[in-house]
C-alpha cells in the first residue's frame, strides 16, 4: 500500500514538472500569464541592425499565425505591388463588388439592392478621396496607391465600415506611414470585426497612435492590443 502510494507520488511531482516546458513549445496565451507585447530583437542585415520582433496574438487562427513574417505583423501583401499604374484591378485582389454578394460584408446581414448600392457608392467616394489626396502629393501611382487602394477595399471586405477604412488609410498618409504600415494597420484594424470590437474606439487608437509619433508596426500592435482585451 504504501508503495502504491510512493508511486502514485512520484508520478504526480513528474506530471508537474513537466507542464512548464509544454507552454514553452506552444506560443499561445499560458493561462495566468499576460500576452506578451514585444519579443526580443532579431539581428538583420548581417547583424549591423536589430528589428523588434512581435508576439502573436494568441486568439488569431492557424492561417492567420501563419502571415506573420519573422515575427512581424502582417499586411494584405497581395501580388507584389509592381506595375498596377494605378489601376482599379490589383493581383491577387480584382476588386470583389459588394452587388456580388447576398450578404452585407463581416455580417451575415442579408442587404438590400438598394443597401448595395449606396455601400459600393460609399467606396468608390473613399476612394476618389484616396487618390486625391495623393494626387496632391505627386503619387498618382506607385506603392502608396497600390497599398491604399488594396487596403481599403481588403478592409471593407472585411466587414470594416467604409468611413472607418478611409479614415485610417488617409490620416496614414497625411502622417508619412509607408505602404506596407498602410496595410500593416488596416489589416490590424479589419480583425476588430471578428473581435467584434467598436471601430469608433479603434480608429480613435490609431488616431492618437499616429499623434504620439509611433511608427508603422508600433502604430499595429496598439490595434492588435487593444483586441487583445
Known amino acids: 500500500m504504501r508503495m502504491n502510494m510512493l508511486s502514485l507520488f512520484l508520478a504526480f511531482i513528474f506530471t508537474v514538472s513537466l507542464l512548464p516546458g509544454a507552454f514553452a513549445e506552444d506560443d499561445r496565451k499560458p493561462p495566468g500569464k499576460k500576452w506578451p507585447e514585444q519579443g526580443a530583437g532579431k539581428s538583420i542585415n548581417g547583424g549591423k541592425a536589430k528589428s523588434k520582433r512581435y508576439a502573436l496574438p494568441p486568439w488569431l487562427d492557424e492561417k492567420d499565425r501563419k502571415a506573420w513574417k519573422d515575427g512581424r505583423p502582417p499586411g494584405w501583401d497581395r501580388g507584389r505591388k509592381t506595375g498596377w499604374q494605378g489601376g482599379d484591378l490589383p493581383p491577387g485582389q480584382a476588386r470583389k463588388r459588394a452587388g456580388g454578394t447576398e450578404y452585407a460584408p463581416g455580417s451575415r446581414y442579408r ?45 471593407v471586405n472585411r466587414g470594416v465600415p467604409v468611413s472607418t477604412a478611409s479614415a485610417v488609410i488617409e490620416q496614414g498618409i497625411e502622417r508619412g506611414l509607408s505602404p506596407e504600415g498602410i496595410e500593416q494597420v488596416t489589416r490590424a484594424l479589419s480583425y476588430g470585426t471578428e473581435r467584434q470590437r467598436d471601430f469608433t474606439d479603434l480608429e480613435k487608437i490609431i488616431r492618437d497612435g499616429m499623434n504620439r509619433g509611433l511608427n508603422d508596426e508600433e502604430l499595429t500592435m496598439e490595434v492588435y492590443r487593444a483586441l487583445s482585451k
Not at 459600393?120 to 502629393?137: F, P, S, V, W
Not at 505627386?138 to 497600390?146: E, I, Q, S
Request: glycine share 4%.
Open 111 to 155: 442587404w438590400t439592392e438598394q443597401e448595395r448600392n449606396r455601400h459600393e457608392e460609399r467606396i468608390k467616394n473613399a476612394e476618389e478621396r484616396i487618390r486625391e489626396l495623393l494626387e496632391k502629393k505627386g503619387a498618382t501611382t506607385g506603392p502608396m496607391l497600390d497599398s491604399a487602394t488594396l487596403s481599403l477595399y481588403s478592409a
